[in-house]
């Protein structure tokens, strides 16, 4: 654990969520943080998770979130289509629109050297290995290792 | 973009949310910081942006917010009713629980300085131009401005 | 109010939601901060309350938040069901996957000292007193308290 720091200049953004209307805040306050010099970290976790996984891999059958999903009565799996239909069709309102969907921020995000960190424990939870999720990203993090970012960063939020 | 700052003491809030639970805070947090003489600046982008829009104009047609909020088959416009049927209703139970409504706490806000300002990004996206938006608010930002705001502040928060 | 400082070393979670993915990251958060030796602040507001009001009291009738709810159509009651069926159910997965569930970050989060501050004006609008509560707990802050805790911390989270 770092010290805390009060010459912090970073910024750290825990992604909770995965829904792309918050995916795409996520990516354009990290990517606009990077572009202007900040040493910036996306901690991936819960929903946000699915941002970092390989379109591929499904999550299934008996595990926490799953049945915590269940629990909850919530819709919030089928907004997760980040990886579905969706790009298509993002593609071309952002290209009306001059603005870049997620899939290019994502792109753009590691050029910028963004640092991607999957939660650890999310993982765990969801069942998934390392080689579930994306290249080009950070080694899994625990909670005291994103605690630390966060004591070595100006910007903090939780999106 | 200013410099990093060590000596910020201001706040800014990524004000996103536009649903009535969550503006709410938004400017109660905003007051009070600036009652206790913070610098505050909102910066109201994606849903947030409807707290500035002008009750009379609407989001139509043939837009990018208006294809994504179909995608997500989500009920987030519902609950938009900030300047409908709902404040009538809120000022007479803000008025009996003695907690001022968003309505008085958006003229609170610009009464004590708060920066109310719009993010251009959303504007493109949604279609909306200066004058579709309330009087008493700063010129649009870019998330560049936004970064800036939030180096020189010591609280930020994604609301 | 405390003078902003830039010697902030503690955390400030302002924990806005009642529903339980996201009263996991709180709590995962405060005790994690709180066991690397920062100083934790939880300040419990709007749905956040319900973490803890004792289970046995009921919010009922005339009071602004359930005509709030009705209002937004919203089904946020339905998940906040932290103190009902869930824990059974949730303890047995957290065994299973050696994460602890939310009962049991709570009671470590008094052990190691994380202050759990209700908001006094929720108290005020869902008409509940200090009784209704659980034990353990700061006595009720109001908004400027709670801005004042924000501008001691370094790192500071709505979630």
Redesign the interface.
């Known amino acids: ?1 770092g010290d ?1 720091n ?4 970073g ?1 750290t953004i ?1 992604c ?1 969520s995965g ?4 995916v ?2 996520q990516f ?2 990290a990517t ?2 990077a ?2 010099g ?1 040493d910036v970290t996306m901690f991936c ?3 946000g998770l699915f941002t970092l996984k390989r379109p591929e891999v499904k999550v299934t059958g008996d595990n ?1 979130m799953t ?2 999903l269940g ?5 919030r799996l ?2 997760l ?1 980040f990886a579905g239909a ?1 790009p298509a ?2 593609r071309s ?2 290209a ?2 001059k ?1 870049a969907p997620p899939e290019e921020l994502l792109e753009t995000a590691r050029e910028l050297g963004v640092k991607l960190a999957p939660c650890q ?1 999310t993982m ?2 969801m069942g998934l290995s390392r080689e579930d999720l994306i290249d080009g990203i950070e080694e899994p993090l625990g ?2 290792a ?2 630390s970012a ?2 070595r960063s ?6």
Do not use: R
């Not at 829904?19 to 918050?22: L, M």
């Not at 629990?71 to 819709?75: E, F, G, V």
């Open positions: 654990m805390p009060n010459d912090a200049q910024m825990v909770w829904e792309i209307d918050k795409w805040p354009i306050l606009t943080g572009a202007y900040m976790t819960f929903w926490w049945k915590m629990m909850m009565n919530n819709q089928s907004h289509n969706g069709m993002m309102i952002a009306k629109h603005v424990m765990d939870l909670a005291a994103a605690m966060m004591q100006q910007i903090n939020l939780f999106i």
